[in-house]
Nanobody
Framework: QVQLVESGGGLVQAGGSLRLSCAAS????????IGWFRQPPGKEREFVAA????????DYADSVKGRFTISRDNAKNSAYLQMNSLKPEDTAVYYC???????????????????WGQGTQVTVSS
């Protein structure tokens, strides 16, 4: 069992930066792949980025590639999403998620993740 709590959201102007954190409880965090998803107002939840249990493999949605960076610190049971050059279209509730790792490829579909945080709001003003 893994429990996740996101933090770091807020209001930022376009072009600014935010760093989201995902704090996890549970001994198996280091064995889980981590995914970040977001849900814009009135839209479905969408994939943002993922990182393997070891941190050796990452994957990004095309819309954030080159602007966002996912990372993790297994010693601190934490994962992060550094978001730079933010745009108004990045406005959404951002969710941290986890799933048992060990497969060769990272997953992009929300239903493939077992554990979810409560979300943190990111608002980018123009």
């Amino acid at each position: 069992q893994v429990q996740l709590v996101e933090s770091g959201g807020g209001l930022v102007q376009a072009g600014g930066s935010l760093r989201l954190s995902c704090a996890a409880s549970g001994r198996t965090f280091k064995l889980n792949d981590i995914g970040w998803f977001r849900q814009p107002p009135g839209k479905e939840r969408e994939f943002v980025a993922a990182i393997s249990w070891s941190g050796g493999i990452t994957d990004y949605a095309d819309s954030v590639k080159g602007r966002f960076t996912i990372s993790r610190d297994n010693a601190k049971n934490s994962a992060y999403l550094q978001m730079n050059s933010l745009k108004p279209e990045d406005t959404a509730v951002y969710y941290c998620s986890a799933r048992p790792g060990g497969e060769f490829s990272l997953k992009r579909r929300a239903y493939e993740y077992s554990y979810w945080g409560q979300g943190t709001q990111v608002t980018v003003s123009s």
